[in-house]
């Protein structure tokens, strides 16, 4: 299903009501994206139920509940694998570059390789980028979109190295690099921190907040940690079927419910300045 436009209106409307309590105000307001009343049921059980949002670019949103919540599968509707009832929208505004459905760029939570096999950042790059065989060799073009798309995320020294010598805090910039390419208008991350140390985890958390400051990207974002994503995102969504609570971030964190679903005993951060 293409999304259908938003009317630009309704767009400004909530981004001015949003910008006031974000930790970072949307980018430009030129792209909007709304879910609404989107409802999924699979093999006759209710996966997502009623779930309205609506994000801007340059904004960053965090998905957050326990497993089983739904998380996943809101980011497969936007990606076109799971049918759906209600609406996904996309609308850009100004300056567009191109007509039809949004560039979604996605890293999963896992990408699983055989770290034995002799395959190189570049060759997984060629793979994406040409349409000749890995094996024939690569053409100086993607080399340089290669080194390029890594530059962007601080990880151009990584393009020859072997996929299985690189850590996961380097094979996820890796993902997020080949995400943005072509540069997406929304960007979706799967829980990309699942298996990343913390200096790892704050190098990616700097990198994205850079990305979409430059891009104007819309990024949603799947966390378990409330803590982590609060101090990065503009908006979180409590999420568990259905919405149970959204705001930004001080705010969330400030709410009892919140605080004793996830058993945080810890003093709400000020709202951003």
Known sequence: MIPAPV????CDRIAAVKATGGAHSPACGECCTRIANLSVTI????????????????????????NGAGKTT?????????????SFMFTKTKAQTHKGPPRIGYV????IIDRTAPVTVLDLFSAALSRLPVWLGHSARVRDEARAQLDAVGSADLL?????????GQLQRVMLSLAL?????ILLLDEPLASVDAPGTDLFYRTVSELRRTHDLAVIMVSHNLLDAARASDWIVILNRSIL???????????TDVRALFGLDVTPPPPAT
């Open 43 to 66: 093999a006759g059980t209710r996966i997502l139920d009623d779930i309205n949002l609506h994000i801007h670019c340059g904004e960053m949103v965090t998905l957050i509940g326990p």
């Open 108 to 111: 999963p939570q896992q990408f």
């Open 160 to 168: 020859n190295e072997p996929l299985g010598t690189l850590s996961g």
């Open 245 to 255: 609570r959204e705001g930004p971030p001080a705010q969330v964190l400030a709410n």
């Open 74 to 86: 809101l980011l497969r509707v936007m990606l076109g694998e799971v049918p759906y009832r209600g």
């Open 181 to 185: 390419t072509p540069t997406p208008d």
């Open 7 to 10: 009317p630009l209106d309704e």
